[in-house]
């Protein structure tokens, strides 16, 4: 999904009925009622060979106060924010309203594209009211009919630039993982530069602090925060030269994400944007931060997200929340320390940082695990350093013997990077219990200094393509011998 289109107009001129035909499902309520839909809907739209995300919003209503209306202006606002594309759409049989003029105005100033749409355009009647649409001054209007569905060619034609220009974008945004390695551990692993910042994301259940956290950092109140849980509704995007005591900055892309809650408790459809929000958000992170809440730390939600970050490979911080509250510091990072171990023992040595993000303590300690854990997750290790640890390795533990045939390690090399990946060369791969492979990860960690980091291996049997045949034969052939030695 390249692009994101937000469905945007005053109550009741169609955008539901739009919304349904897009993503090819009855998954709005649709009504001659105005204001039916009151939060926004998320689905997957087609259009001919076009796939993409569309957002169906709450009407435009000239409000902005706390009333329901009020709230429902200010979250189609967050979603024209974050939405690649607006479809404007008016009521070409009504024509267009002193409303229609005023949100006209709001989407030049907001919105990055804005495709007007005259919908309900069917038949002669509606042929002044899409003349009229010229006057609000966005263009050509798209002549559309929801309910009939006349016009989709016309919009496919002006989204299909624009989802290419979208892709590509992406395409520059997203960090470059899995980075192939040659036999001495060489890649091209890309540099920090203004051009390319370190991405971090910050995830964590709602009310952690995580817009807190990053105006502290930003220095200036860029997010919206308050003592409700869940306002943050989306993933943003904030570029800053973090810089230490030093005067060492750091070029990052920060992206602050909507709380992520069980599944269970998201209820909202609004909620279930956001945690998707949350979840595109990690894949597009180098580093993933996991806030939590010092009070109540390390609850189910926290474990998946942190086993999320992991899965998809990227590098990870524990960062804990309200430090400056609590009141037996010493005892609590002890139980937080035995708890981390415990629990979340894939990111074993993953660093733990305390932080308040209403005071700004332990910010500094923050940037220098940011700028470590990232570090670590584009470490290389060479061939002949592998091979003569892995032999140590067998000499303190040797592998199993399943049903009496005794499994041999015979070559090992790092194949990747960002993550750390390593093909080990053995006899009988499928009968290596996991325990044996946790022991080999475990020793990786420790002894090439790469805490916390996700680190993939992989057994590979004789009979497989060796990435490295014909090449580093002096260090296979040194750790056969001694394998043979052994038996």
Known sequence: ?????????????????????????????????????????????????????????????????????????????????????????????????????????????????????????????????????????????????????????????????????????????????????????????????????????????????????????????????GPEAGITRDAISLRIDWADSDGDSTPMRIFDTAGMRKKAKVQEKLEKLSVSDGLRAVKFAEVVVVLLDAAIPFEQQDLRIADLAEREGRAVVVAVNKWDIEEDKQEKLRDLKESFERLLPQLRGAPLVTVSAKTGRGLERLRAAILRAHDVWNRRMPTAALNRWLIEMLEQHPPPAPQGRRIKLRYMTQVKTRPPGFVVMCSHPDKMPDSYSRYLVNGLREDFDMPGTPIRLTLRGQGDKNPYKGRRKKNAGALAKHLKGKA
Request: aromatic share 2%; proline share 4%.
């Open 1 to 225: 999904m390249s692009l994101t289109l937000a469905i945007v107009g005053r109550p009741n001129v169609g955008k539901s009925t739009l919304f349904n035909r897009l993503v090819g499902k009855r998954l709005a309520l649709v009504d001659d009622q105005p204001g039916v839909t009151r939060d926004l809907r998320e689905g997957q739209g087609r259009l001919a060979d076009l796939r993409f995300t569309v957002i169906d919003t709450a009407g435009l209503e000239d409000a902005t106060d706390d009333s329901l209306q009020g709230r429902m202006r200010r979250l189609t606002e967050r979603a024209v924010d974050m939405a690649d594309v607006c479809l404007f759409m008016i009521d070409a049989r009504t024509g267009v309203t002193p409303t229609d003029e005023m949100f006209a105005e709001i989407l030049r100033k907001r919105s990055k594209h804005v495709i007007l749409a005259a919908n309900k355009a069917e038949g002669n009647a509606a042929d002044a009211g899409v003349l009229e649409a010229y006057n609000l001054g966005l263009g050509e209007p798209v002549r559309l009919s929801g309910e009939h569905g006349e016009g989709m060619t016309d919009l496919y034609d002006h989204l299909m630039p624009l989802a290419d220009a979208a892709a590509e974008q992406q395409s520059e945004d997203a960090p470059q993982t899995d980075i192939e390695l040659d036999e001495d551990g060489e890649g091209e692993v890309p540099l920090i530069t203004d051009a390319r910042p370190l991405q971090v994301a910050v995830v964590g259940r709602p009310n952690a602090g995580k817009s807190t956290l990053i105006n502290k950092i930003m220095g200036e109140d860029r997010l919206l925060t």
